[in-house]
């Protein structure tokens, strides 16, 4: 789940990086130590090549396109359907749209309470996952990557699936191959080619049923999180009190 570090050295010479590894590491925001172990063991992770990218103004997508892991990337851009889009609207936006709507005098008040912060936010791969699953795509996925049941459920929880599983979910989901690494965090809404204001724009066109029913699910997984974080409280506890 990284790509080749000989390709990654030869695609850094020909954006003009540095060639030592202590600069080189310092524009791709880790430690020498980390890059030097990832070019010893012979594969080098995403994230380096996209912070170089934003160190440079190099288009993340292109770059990522120019190793063999993901070589359709930038051919497979596409705008985001609707679901996708509202997918990343978090409770917070949505509740605030929806306390507007209601009373007018509302508006004005909490229009500083909108965040519409990028992702990873609260189960937004897993929102994006259910908005976009044509009702196997996890079960591809685990079978794709011999991922257990239990451990996919865990990554997408944490929305800690890895950018090829993301990218792979995108494409059984027949949706741009960027949408799952916006989701996650690993490309900007910006990079993942979003139109700027996308999930303002598709908020304030929901009909109010729509708009509560979005709330609705929200407020659902918040509770479900919570009852998680909960029940995990509860187990640490219960832990230390065994061992006194």
Known sequence: MSVAASAFKRWAVSVGLPEGTAPLARMAGVNRTTLSAQLLRGRVRESIVIEACRSLGVSPVEALSSFDEYDEL???VRPPLQVE???QVTLTDAMVELLARREEGYGELLRPARQWQDPPQFDSV????????PGTIRQELGDRFAISP????????EN???PRQLVEAARIAHTSLTSGLAAAGVLTLAEAGWPEGAREHALSRLRDVALIELVQARLAGTHRGARRRTADQDAARRIQDTLG
């Open 74 to 76: 930038s051919a497979g």
């Open 85 to 87: 889009v509202l997918s």
């Open 126 to 133: 897993r929102n994006w996952l259910d908005a976009v699953d």
């Open 150 to 157: 239990s451990n996919l459920a865990t990554a997408i929880t």
């Open 160 to 162: 800690k699936l890895r």
